[in-house]
């Protein structure tokens, strides 16, 4: 059978994704407001296309098919892609409309997320900003497979086939408890993290990796007493005494000058955060204006002293991208708000 692009519609895979999702056509038909005949003519209407079986039926629902799970891990970067469309027409008639979708980290998001999201939905509150909080090698992957638009990850992450704009740069952190009296003033020799019990990431998460090199470099190892990955945790066994961890400045800054922790600069170490995004496909307007906020929040950030000890990176600093068709009463509250944001 010959596949027909113009039977396949993103009314079909809203339909589909539901019905993975929820496992039951009653269910599904529910929460997308349909009737369950309608629901099943769709899906069968589906599976002659692909000419492959999609669901296996049973007494309390439907099982999805190997061809099914194939079928869902393609559209969903599909489904993305033919919103930002959608979404891209709309606003070339008006005011910036549709969806953002943007990944952070952890330890940016502690700093910098919440200011962002505000700067940006006061700026252009027809749009919708969906974020995604992992580390930033799932973040890469869920950029590269078009599931969100773009992703604050850090540059010792591999980024094949992405692109990717550094945005700044901040020293590396030996945080330890209030009573070590660790201070941002004075920097700490890579040697002595090998003299202290450590709480890391796993490997193979890029912080983790960051520390192991640089040790390796010195002949010397890490003496691990606790490996996690909730930066929550980690802060909070530092803070109980238990060991001492490394972390970017911007995932505990807050904690350090309300007295929670102590911390010190750790010489000759440094992470940089970059904006990576597609290679291949063009940005939204929405994902346009949405890099134009960041760029702007950091650079305000660094500029003003509130993110001390960073560096703003050149393509932050001297490039401002100019999103096509902003409007000029969006781009005044962007300005307004970004700066009362960063006093």
Not at 77 to 93: F, I, M, N, S, Y
């Amino acid at each position: 059978m010959t596949f027909d692009i113009r039977r396949f519609d993103l009314r079909k895979i809203e339909y589909f994704i539901a019905v993975v999702e929820h496992r039951n056509i009653s269910s599904a038909a529910e929460a997308l407001r349909v009737s369950q005949p309608t629901l099943s003519r769709q899906i069968r209407a589906l599976e002659e296309q692909f000419n492959a079986p999609l669901f296996i039926r049973h007494g309390r629902g439907v099982v999805p098919t190997e061809a099914a799970k194939r079928l869902q891990a393609g559209l969903r970067g599909l489904e993305h892609q033919l919103r930002t469309l959608r979404d891209d027409v709309v606003a070339a008639a008006g005011e910036p409309s549709g969806e953002v979708a943007l990944g952070i980290p952890p330890s940016p998001r502690v700093f910098v997320a919440l200011r962002i999201i505000n700067a940006f939905c006061s700026a252009y509150p027809q749009v919708t900003v969906r974020i995604s909080e992992e580390t930033s090698g799932d973040l890469r992957d869920l950029v590269a497979r078009g599931e969100i638009d773009l992703a604050i990850t850090n540059s010792d992450e591999p980024i094949q086939g992405l692109a990717s704009d550094q945005l700044v740069s901040e020293p590396m952190l030996l945080v330890g408890p209030r009573e070590a009296m660790l201070s941002l003033k004075v920097r700490t020799p890579i040697e002595r993290l090998a003299e202290l019990p450590l709480i890391l990431t796993t490997k193979p998460n890029s912080l983790r990796r960051i520390v192991d090199q640089k040790l390796g470099l010195q002949g010397l190892r890490a003496r691990l007493r606790v490996e996690a990955n909730t930066l929550p945790l980690m802060t909070d066994l530092v803070a109980q005494g238990l060991g001492y961890t490394v972390l970017p400045l911007c995932g505990v800054l807050s904690l350090v000058r309300a007295g929670h922790l102590s911390a010190s600069p750790i010489a000759g170490l440094r992470i940089t955060w970059t904006i990576a995004r597609p290679m291949n496909r063009n940005l939204s307007v929405a994902a346009r204006l949405m890099i134009n906020v960041i760029f702007q929040i950091v650079r305000e950030l660094v500029e003003s002293g509130a993110w001390p000890l960073a560096e703003v990176k050149r393509e932050c600093r001297d490039v401002m991208r100019k999103p096509a068709r902003v409007a000029t009463a969006s781009a005044q509250r962007l300005a307004t708000r970004s700066s009362s944001l960063t006093k």
